[in-house]
């Protein structure tokens, strides 16, 4: 379960400073699938990297399982974040000429396994995402929602409970970009992960049982979607 009280975030930029986040109090419960939603610049990616352990608020509570995380430093942010939490990226973020697997058996590389424990857990990894087939290839062999599905089996390789997504679908078409949301449906189904994704895309958004909305820092609206799309049936 994720819990924040008046999480607040100061950028300070010489004698002017940046409220990215003002006050924003939330829970989201253990196996939820929520959309976070708002203008450029409303605070969305910088609430996603505190709720991923990358960055500590300037303000306010914030715990993870019961475990507070607001006053941790960077290597104990570290550790619950390798444990815990598996990142999505607008840009999939993968390394140019290596191939899928070896992406996904990157952030195994010291989780302790054996070669041959990474290599099988990222094969399976690219299975669950449909990718089994795709195994050698780099990402400029791939398809963009190819691309997608190898960043999010590298995200759900170490077995993380809750998975980040930062506009996934944004470089993607709408079709693919649905068949990324069907994707993160099913995770979510099967798994019982946690999925957090920022969309400016309210048809992506209407995938999700939760839609919050930021302006200007704050939680302007946070509402439940009673009948998500089920993508892909
Ligand atoms: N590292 C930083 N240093 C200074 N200001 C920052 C920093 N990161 C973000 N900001 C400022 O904080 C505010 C919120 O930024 P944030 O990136 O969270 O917005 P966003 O909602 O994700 O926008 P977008 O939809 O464009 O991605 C913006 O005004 C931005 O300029
Ligand atoms: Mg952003």
Redesign the pocket.
């Given at each position: 379960m994720i819990r924040a009280e008046g999480l607040t975030k100061i950028?300070r930029?010489g004698d002017s400073e940046?409220r990215?986040l003002d006050g924003a109090s939330f829970t989201i419960e253990k196996g939820g699938m929520v959309a976070i939603m708002?203008p450029?610049?409303?605070?969305?990616?910088?609430l996603m990297s505190i709720i991923g352990c990358l960055d500590a608020p300037s303000d306010g509570r914030y715990s993870l399982d019961g475990e507070s995380v607001e006053s941790l430093d960077e290597s104990q942010l570290a550790t619950v974040r390798g444990r815990k939490i598996g990142f999505v990226f607008q840009q999939f973020n993968l390394l140019a000429r290596t191939s899928a697997l070896e992406n996904v058996m990157l952030p195994l590389t010291y989780a302790g396994y054996s070669g041959k424990e990474r290599e099988a857990r990222a094969r399976k990894a690219l299975e669950i995402v449909g990718l089994g087939d795709r195994t050698h290839h780099a990402p400029n062999e791939l398809s963009g929602g190819q691309q997608q599905r190898v960043a999010i089996a590298r995200a759900i390789v170490n077995e993380p409970n809750i998975l980040l997504a930062d506009e996934p679908t944004g470089a993607l078409d709408s079709k693919t970009g649905v068949e990324i949301m069907s994707l993160f449906q099913r995770l979510h189904r099967e798994n019982g992960q946690t999925v957090i994704l920022v969309t400016h895309d309210s048809h992506v958004a209407s995938h999700t049982e939760r839609i919050i909305r930021?302006s200007d820092g704050r939680i302007v609206s946070d509402e439940a979607n009673q009948n998500p799309i089920r993508a892909g049936l």
């Open positions: 950028y930029m940046v990215a708002g450029s610049g409303s605070g969305k990616s910088t930021l």
